[in-house]
């Protein structure tokens, strides 16, 4: 069986975690990848606190595995959510769009293993010093929010600028992908795009098909100038941000009006016009609906088989 340190250190079967993707990732999904025996965690995103207190107990009625919170740092919320987590005695917090430093202490005197996503080996050091256990580095092929570096070229040097376990993330979507984040050095992989389509998460079906129906130039990265970049797939609504973005007669202010709501409008409604179908690089190869369980124990089983007969590539 395909273990790494990360297993140990979690008490989780596989090194598999379901990306944090908001209005998605909610008690239903992470429940199901927890069972199945990879990490779920549910995406706080910009959700008032309250919210995600009933997914947190919600979650604690569909599993007894454990589960993860992701804390995006710069939505109002988060004060209260990182305050929430201690209450609630989440056992995993993952972090991202900020520095976590100033919870790190409360956190950590809660208990909770704190996994940041980061996009830069300094910024993994930064996380270390602070007491995070393991990093997720993930590269600019990833669906959402991303930075420049590829996972590729990400990876590796975040595994030799940190001395804690470094999970990939960004392009990775079978067992292909997670055999080469080994060989990277990773002790494990985060996906998202691949869970997007699991037959236990409750995104809106017309946003499953897209995924499904994707080919591999199929995503865009827009929000640049903004500097905060996302990549999605191309839409009526993702193509006009993209032109807006280089019209110097609209305003950043402008921009961001436009943008309000989008990925709500997509994962939850549906809505093709104005929804922003967040979604990696790795769409194309999204093929089919599949069960939490089904998509890890393929990935794994496909990756184990790679790194056994790797032998074969070496004279």
């Not at 919170?69 to 004060?79: E, F, H």
């Not at 430093?101 to 996994?115: E, F, L, P």
């Not at 910024?123 to 256990?133: H, L, Q, T």
């Not at 839409?235 to 943008?259: C, H, I, Q, W």
Request: hydrophobic fraction near 45%; charged fraction near 20%; charge should be negative.
């Amino acid at each position: 069986m395909l273990r790494s340190p990360i297993c140990d250190l979690l008490g989780i079967k596989y090194p598999v975690f379901q990306g944090a993707m908001a209005w998605i990732a909610d008690a239903d999904l992470a429940a199901a990848v927890s069972n199945a025996g990879g990490l779920g965690i549910i995406a706080g995103g910009s959700a008032p606190v309250d919210i995600i207190r009933q997914q947190v107990r919600k979650c604690r009625t569909l599993t007894d595995k454990p589960f993860a919170v992701n804390i995006m740092l710069m939505s109002p919320a988060a004060p209260d959510i990182a305050q929430m987590v201690v209450e609630e005695k989440v056992p995993v917090v993952t972090t991202g769009a900020g520095s976590p430093a100033k919870y790190m202490a409360a956190w950590q005197g809660a208990g909770i293993k704190v996994i940041p996503v980061i996009p830069s080996s300094g910024i993994a050091k930064s996380v270390e010093r602070y007491g995070a256990v393991a990093v997720v580095a993930e590269g600019g092929e990833s669906g959402g929010h991303v930075g420049d570096l590829t996972t590729m070229a990400l990876v590796p040097q975040v595994v030799d600028a940190v001395t804690i376990p470094v999970l990939a993330a960004g392009g990775i979507g079978d067992g292909r992908g997670m055999a080469a984040a080994f060989m990277l050095g990773a002790s494990g992989v985060q996906m998202g795009t691949r869970f997007l389509v699991a037959k236990e998460c409750n995104v809106n079906p017309v946003y499953k098909q897209k995924i499904i129906a994707a080919k591999d130039i199929d995503t865009i990265a827009t929000g640049k100038r903004l500097g905060h970049p996302v990549r999605g797939l191309k839409t009526a609504f993702s193509r006009r941000f993209f032109e807006m973005e280089y019209d110097p007669t609209v305003s950043n202010e402008d921009l961001e009006k436009f943008g309000e709501g989008a990925l709500q409008a997509a994962a939850i409604r549906g809505d093709e016009e104005h929804g922003a179908f967040m979604a990696g690089q790795i769409a194309g190869l999204v093929k089919q609906e599949q069960t939490c369980a089904e998509i890890i124990e393929e990935t794994v089983g496909e990756a184990e088989a790679l790194l056994k007969g790797a032998g074969k590539w070496v004279v």
